[in-house]
């Protein structure tokens, strides 16, 4: 699920929103549980580090600043928190005994990915030029980005390795719910001597679950959003949901560019990499609906698709 | 391991101080592991909350400020990170093969423990008294504290449950190192309704690791501090080391005031509670000491006594 997820309407990440925001998020999640299946829940953090790179800033006369990998971990920290008491909660009130962990995760990223060079994810808030650009003596990249400011951009290299994943496995094969990769896992990298760093980076929440999912042999891949499914001709009044859907039509819909790429096309990567790389089904779905779409009775389906389906796209 | 074994000697806890002396600290942990034994390595985070809490103060015009619950929860993100690190580099030079998970912790306490209402454990920086003044308009409680200036004070409660250990047992059979219940675990208390909810207080760190060591079924609990073991007339020029006590005898010195109350007097109330509990033995040395510490030849170490030792105290 998305850092927006866990926010109030207003974007504000204040504790009691994000408490609140998590106990609805448990909910829909306590659902799928409630059917027998083995569950980990993975969650992105976007508004949470932005909140923690102000502090930085603001601080940094007093406090040293710490690094991104470091804000990755300590959202870990207070997001699996407030999902562990939420998801407890909801499946108490169903009667499910069922109990949960939150692990710190890592993931590993390639210290010569070339997006280290070039970074592209904006994160934190807008500054104007001035503010900016005393960040930027401190080697920070910043990029002008119009009306609202600058915006500080940092890499976010491809996931390789969830380094953590043999602890899931453990937590899952003792009957827990598991809490790991949250916003997409902990950025390191293994040096030439074998020894693995924090880097400064941010990580696709939505890769990295593709990736976690798959090193931990799950059958079905959940990407809950705010939208039932994935779209065509999206903000146009052609839009059409996309139903079921094999990978192959799903990439050939990528590649003609229905998916923007800062919101649905990460998702929709993630899910057909799930799919490639031996997955059974993938589901792009709201989250109030993750119930339906493991079921495989909503959402975008994304499947291998040796069964071909008559219809991969309905009007809507 | 205490909070302190992860700065700096001038105090600071910048990220490369607080990684450098956590590798540091690594080393006689891989040690212990390399033995065979089964370990769970716990740790203060003082210093680091303190960092956390002035940040809260600089940005609280723009973030919301985050309860002391959530500063443990961020710290067991960024702790159990580095640690996941170091273990893992320090176990691989040693060609020891086992796994390292660090899960986040939530320590139940009493939302009735008079603490609450009388709390005294100091924390974060020291503030003119004006500064002061307008935190404690925010409810907050602060004391003066002479020269250095104010400061705030905490509740404390006594640590009644683990609330994760069970996840710490599913990853110790399946063979894992795991970091667990730092900074003496997230403070949560459960309501009347049974729901699990945050709350603002610090819990020792020490009398939490005993707790889990018991729910875990640990034969030892070996507290790693910054001098070889508990002293007697400590600050004296009769000072003297205990060595082998029975349970008994170290309740009695305690009760003489040997063991002043901010620092060794939690270390040898957890050491003597592990043991009242069943806890075979409660070791007290220095971080570098806890392999010899562990194999029954080093530091203070309480047991239940029915094998009367000949001396329990040595000259110095």
């Keep these: 699920m998305g850092g927006n997820a866990m926010t109030s309407a207003d974007g504000r990440a204040a504790p009691a929103d994000q408490i609140a925001a998590i106990a609805r998020a448990a909910e829909p999640i306590a659902d799928v549980v409630a059917t027998g299946a083995e ?16 502090k930085n ?32 909660r909801s499946l108490a009130a169903r009667g499910v005994a069922r109990p949960v962990a939150a692990l710190v995760t890592r993931t590993r990223v390639d210290p010569g990915d070339p997006r280290f060079t070039e970074p592209t994810k904006p994160i934190g808030r807008y500054l104007p030029e001035a503010e900016a650009r005393v960040m930027m003596d401190h080697g920070q990249v910043w990029q002008d980005r119009g ?12 996931p390789l390795e969830i380094l953590d994943a043999p602890s899931v496995t453990a937590l899952l094969a003792a009957g827990f719910v598991v809490v790991a990769a949250g916003g ?9 001597d074998g020894i693995v760093r924090g880097v400064e980076a941010v990580i696709d929440k939505d890769l990295s679950a593709a990736l976690l999912g798959r090193a931990i042999g799950a059958s079905v891949l959940v990407i809950a ?11 146009t009044d052609r839009v059409e949901q996309v139903d079921a859907v094999t990978v192959a039509r799903m990439r050939q ?21 799930f799919v490639e790389a031996g997955g059974e089904r ?28 008559p219809s991969t796209v309905t009007g809507r």
């Design 57 to 88: 800033e603001l601080a940094a006369s007093v406090v040293p600043p710490v690094p991104l990998d470091w804000c990755g971990a300590q959202t870990q920290g207070t997001i699996g928190f407030m999902l562990l008491d939420a998801v407890e």
């Design 282 to 309: 993938a589901v792009i779905t709201s989250l109030d609906r993750i119930a339906e779409g493991v079921a495989g009775r909503g959402g975008t389906i994304v499947t291998a698709g040796d069964a071909v389906q």
């Design 184 to 192: 997409g896992g902990v950025p390191v990298v293994r040096g030439e």
């Design 253 to 273: 819909l990528e590649a003609e560019g229905h998916f923007a790429s800062g919101s649905m096309g990460p998702k929709v990567d993630a899910a057909c990499r």
């Design 147 to 158: 009306e609202k400011g600058w915006r500080r951009v940092v890499a976010s290299p491809e």
């Design 225 to 235: 959003t705010d939208v039932t499914a994935a779209m065509l001709n999206f903000g």
């Design 39 to 54: 569950v980990v829940i993975t969650h992105g953090n976007g508004p949470q580090v932005g909140n923690l790179l102000v």
